[in-house]
Every structure is written in structure tokens, then in C-alpha cells.
């Protein structure tokens, strides 16, 4: 078995984990369900018993939505802008603008499910079962 760094923890393959985690499913073995609603990250995995109550996804899910949802709208604003036909204003209302909010909402569970696999994947906040502390805990040394 390959081992990632001198602390002799199993590799976890970093990819198939953000894919797993993309596709809703648990990063370890891809079968279980990563949420247990929207975007409620379940504590374990129903299948392979992985726990998934260590990830620290935060904010990093909406800032990549914010980022690649932004990029496409003003994109395609700046297209239809640009193109030889002037569409009505209220256009870019009644269809940008639904647009960016479903586009959004499907894309925040695929991202928080790829920042929970790389977490779990890079042994990230408490997923690792040998060093299991978390950065913000307390250890009693300070
Ligand atoms: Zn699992």
C-alpha cells in the first residue's frame, strides 16, 4: 500500500475523492451519501462508516460558485452585448437572473462536495484517524 508522507497514512487518491465528493457521494468509497439535505454535510458515511463531521468546507463552496458563476454570467452578458441584435433590457432580467440563481444552486452542493473529499482526501481538519485534532482545538499547551 503506498504510503503519502512520513506519518505512514494509507494514500488517498485526491481526485476520485473531489469526484466522489462532486457527485454527492462519500469521498472513501462512493457509494454512501455525503448530505443529508441540501447542503448538510451527513456525520458518516451510511455505507463504509466514514465520518464526515471533521470537514471545515465554510465559505470555500460559495466563493467557487461566486467565482465560476460570475465569470459565465458576465460572460454571456457581454456576448449578447456585443452582438448585432440589442436585446431589451428586462431580457437580461427575466433570463440572467434566474439563471445565475439556479446555476447556483446546483453547482453549491458539487463544490462543497469537492472541498469535503479534499479534505478528507489531504487528511485535512481531524480526517486524519492518527492525528485526529483539529486545528481550532484547544490542546491545553498554550
Ligand atoms: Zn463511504
Request: include cysteine.
Amino acid at each position: 500500500m503506498p504510503y503519502t508522507d512520513l506519518t505512514l497514512r494509507p494514500a488517498r487518491p485526491t481526485w476520485p475523492a473531489m469526484l466522489n465528493g462532486m457527485k454527492c457521494r462519500c469521498p472513501n468509497c462512493g457509494q454512501g451519501k455525503l448530505f443529508s439535505s441540501y447542503l448538510k454535510v451527513a456525520d458518516q458515511c451510511d455505507v463504509c462508516g466514514t465520518e464526515f463531521f471533521h470537514h471545515r468546507a465554510d465559505d470555500a463552496p460559495p466563493y467557487i460558485v461566486i467565482t465560476i458563476v460570475g465569470h459565465l454570467a458576465v460572460g454571456a452578458v457581454l456576448h449578447m452585448e456585443m452582438s448585432s441584435t440589442p436585446l431589451h433590457p428586462l431580457t437580461y432580467l427575466w433570463v440572467m437572473i434566474p439563471l445565475i440563481i439556479l446555476s447556483s444552486l446546483l453547482l453549491l452542493p458539487v463544490t462543497k462536495g469537492a472541498v469535503v473529499g479534499l479534505q478528507w482526501a489531504r487528511y485535512m481538519h481531524g480526517f486524519d484517524p492518527v492525528g485526529a485534532h483539529d486545528d481550532f482545538e484547544d490542546d491545553g499547551r498554550s
